[in-house]
């Protein structure tokens, strides 16, 4: 499963994800003919107070039909909601937009989309908890060696400490 923020958003890398068959959820940048479909769009769904969903097939002038799901959000009920303001007409609306090739009910989408998130906590884990951001050794591989180690450690204290009888020793 490939997850990704609007920067990559291409034809190409979205095509060459299809070559290689595999699943995609992809921020989808809202250009001019997106926004127009946006707007078109009508029956949408709400999943929570605030939060409604849609989903449309758009296609780009050179690219092929995919489907994007594409979440409305009131402003006046979530003050701290991220996405773009699109339309005048609509000033207390905020918009995202995601592409993917996933045959998934909207709010499943839309829910393994936004646990991309979790990623930077590990990433500020392994900063603060195992010192990665903090050695640089001379030699390229010596440094790429500790990295693995580190990874090594940090994945047996992940798994282990899921398990509610063992506990974790760890000798340095």
Same mark, same amino acid.
């Given at each position: 499963?490939?997850? #990704? *923020?609007?920067? =990559? /958003?291409?034809?190409?890398?979205?095509? /060459?994800?299809? !070559? &290689?068959?595999?699943?995609?959820?992809?921020? #989808?940048?809202?250009?001019?003919?997106?926004?127009? #479909?946006?707007?078109?769009?009508?029956?949408?769904? $709400?999943?929570?107070?605030?939060?409604? +969903?849609? $989903?449309?097939?758009?296609?780009?002038?050179?690219?092929?039909?995919?489907?994007?799901?594409?979440?409305?959000?009131?402003?006046? @009920?979530?003050?701290?909601?991220?996405? &773009?303001?699109?339309?005048? *007409? +609509?000033?207390?609306?905020?918009?995202?937009? /995601?592409?993917?090739?996933?045959?998934?009910?909207? @709010?499943?989408?839309?829910?393994?989309?936004?646990?991309?998130? *979790?990623?930077?906590?590990?990433?500020? $884990? +392994?900063?603060? @908890? %195992?010192?990665?951001?903090? =050695?640089?050794? &001379?030699? %390229?591989? #010596?440094?790429?060696?500790? %990295?693995? %180690?580190?990874?090594?450690? /940090?994945?047996?204290?992940?798994? +282990?400490?899921?398990?509610? !009888?063992?506990?974790?020793?760890?000798?340095?």
């Amino acid at each position: 499963m490939v997850r #990704a *923020d609007s920067g =990559f /958003y291409t034809q190409d890398l979205l095509t /060459y994800l299809e !070559s &290689k068959q595999l699943n995609y959820i992809m921020a #989808a940048r809202m250009y001019p003919n997106v926004k127009s #479909a946006v707007w078109g769009l009508d029956n949408w769904i $709400e999943l929570s107070k605030g939060i409604e +969903l849609n $989903e449309m097939i758009f296609n780009h002038t050179d690219g092929k039909p995919r489907r994007y799901i594409v979440i409305k959000k009131k402003v006046a @009920d979530r003050p701290k909601t991220r996405g &773009k303001l699109l339309f005048d *007409d +609509l000033p207390g609306y905020r918009f995202s937009c /995601y592409v993917t090739n996933l045959d998934l009910p909207l @709010d499943q989408v839309w829910n393994i989309y936004n646990t991309r998130a *979790d990623c930077e906590n590990r990433i500020k $884990e +392994l900063k603060e @908890d %195992f010192g990665l951001d903090n =050695f640089c050794l &001379k030699d %390229f591989w #010596a440094t790429e060696a500790s %990295f693995r %180690f580190i990874m090594v450690v /940090y994945n047996l204290i992940v798994c +282990l400490g899921t398990l509610p !009888s063992i506990t974790i020793i760890v000798l340095l």
